[in-house]
């Protein structure tokens, strides 16, 4: 799928757990979901720690689990 197909909502990580899942809360309705990096961040070895402000892509399909595509500095 591709990065413009995603629906794409800012948010706070709150919670770092095993095997790359993230808990993140969306600023905007203050929903607490899991997120996992997308494979560019992976290949860059872009690290997203407790406390950063990220970009969360969501399925149309699936808006559970989402997909962390940016990190601000």
């Not at 709150?14 to 095997?19: E, I, K, P, Q």
């Not at 309705?29 to 720690?49: D, F, P, T």
Request: charged share 25%.
């Amino acid at each position: 799928m591709a990065k413009s197909d995603l629906a794409q909502f800012d948010g706070l990580i709150t919670d770092v757990g095993a095997g790359g899942l993230y808990k993140v809360q969306l600023e905007k309705n203050k929903a607490e979901v899991s997120a996992k990096l997308c494979g560019k961040m992976r290949r860059y070895n872009i690290q997203v720690v407790l406390g950063d402000r990220v970009t969360v892509g969501f399925s149309p399909q699936d808006l559970k689990t989402g997909l962390i595509i940016y990190r601000y500095r």
